[in-house]
């Protein structure tokens, strides 16, 4: 059969007599388009990913199998499996599965050897192919890490080093101090053999608070997980001191003594730790055992500021305790001024409580007053002489028991 194509139409000739066919073009691409689909909507297969020695799992299947038969085929395109059977001499490759609609076979100890694009096709006309392509995974080998200096002195930059080598493909390396994620410059290298080695470079300064604290190389691979190194930081660091007063607690007066504590704390631990009095000597009661200062008796002479210093390999520091002496009955007469002001508050406080008091029963009492008339006196107001009130006064007893008054 022989055809003609042009923009609009496609033009077939029958091979009998002279008699052409004239299909649209758009309805033959539609044709042509539904049977690709359909020819690749039969067979399916996925991408495999597997770790180095481990086993490789590829399937074929077949939905609205026809009876058509499958085989698997290796990137070389040699028949691995033909329906149930293996004609490849590789034990490797075993049969997991086989059906009218799957063909599932597995490849152990899986080697770089191993990459490449597998073929499931069907026996179908024209045949059917689907590829799997196999990813073979090369783990790293254990990171390692390295520090340009072993034991560190607060406020200096150091510099470490992570090494993830023969992985593939090239694994991600992450740094962390603490809790605290750290940026690294990394460097990938491809080797020879077509693995990658990375290097990732971290520098940072330290601090006495970093002291004991871990840095970890964490390195980040589908094949592996939680694949990292750790390296504990060694800072050196110059001593903290810190004066208390151990006795008296309240204010030093002449006559009593008075007990220093000088704290020190560094790495290495303080060799050395002095007591001076800045600008003078030291009182002739002084007494100096280790990181303490013990001054008897007391005067105003000795006033003054007392400097404890304590120093190691990296450094000294300092701190300073100010003595002011005060009479010996200083502080006496402000607490007996305090105790009479208490007092005096008090005695003020009941006296405006009991102002109050009166103050309040004298309005109710006025609220509350009214005149009380007896009976006997009842009428005399209205009488004209004494003669006619005391009449009146005597009718108002003949009421008494009908009347009666209440005085609250």
Not at 10 to 15: A, D, E, I, R, Y
Not at 324 to 352: P, T
Request: proline residues 5%.
């Amino acid at each position: 059969m022989s055809s003609i194509l042009t923009k609009s139409n496609c033009l077939f000739h029958s091979g009998v007599g002279s008699s052409l066919f004239v299909v649209p073009f758009y309805l033959t691409l539609e044709i042509l388009l539904a049977l690709s689909s359909v020819n690749y909507q039969n067979l399916v297969t996925e991408n495999v990913s597997v770790v180095e020695g481990d086993t490789a799992i590829i399937s074929c299947r077949v939905k609205n199998n026809d009876d058509s038969v499958i085989q698997l085929l290796n990137p070389n395109r040699q028949t691995i499996y033909f329906r149930d059977m293996r004609p490849l001499k590789d034990s490797r490759f075993q049969l997991v599965n086989f059906s009218d609609n799957e063909l599932r076979v597995s490849l152990s100890n899986v080697s770089l050897s191993d990459e490449g694009r597998y073929v499931c096709q069907l026996y179908t006309d024209p045949p059917q192919e689907a590829y799997a392509n196999i990813t073979v995974l090369v783990p790293p080998g254990n990171p390692l890490i390295e520090a340009r200096d072993q034991i560190l002195q607060e406020g200096n930059q150091t510099e470490m080093t992570c090494t993830a080598m023969s992985s593939k493909p090239a694994a991600t390396i992450r740094w962390m101090k603490g809790d605290k994620e750290l940026p690294g410059k990394p460097r990938v290298e491809l080797t020879y053999d077509k693995m990658y080695t990375v290097t990732s470079r971290l520098t940072f300064t330290v601090g006495r608070e970093d002291d004991g604290v871990p840095v970890i190389c964490i390195v980040d691979h589908p094949a592996v997980k939680d694949f990292q190194a750790q390296k504990y930081l060694e800072v050196q660091y110059k001593p903290e001191v810190k004066i208390t007063v151990e006795f008296p607690q309240g204010l030093t007066r002449e006559g009593e003594n008075l007990e220093l504590t000088c704290l020190s704390k560094g790495k290495p631990q303080p060799q050395r730790v002095s007591w001076v009095k800045v600008d003078d000597d030291m009182p002739p009661h002084a007494v100096i055992i280790g990181a303490d200062l013990y001054i008897e008796n007391l005067n105003k002479s000795y006033n003054g500021t007392y400097r404890c210093t304590a120093s190691n390999s990296v450094g000294e520091s300092f701190d300073d305790y100010v003595l002011y002496v005060y009479d010996s009955r200083a502080g006496e007469g402000a607490a007996r001024a305090m105790d009479h002001a208490v007092i005096g508050g008090v005695v003020a406080v009941v006296v405006f409580a009991m102002l109050c008091l009166l103050i309040v029963l004298g309005r109710y009492f006025a609220r509350h007053k009214g005149t009380y008339f007896t009976h006997e006196a009842k009428g005399a107001d209205d009488a004209a002489d004494a003669d006619t009130a005391i009449i009146n006064a005597e009718g108002g007893h003949t009421n008494s028991e009908e009347k009666k008054e209440y005085y609250i």
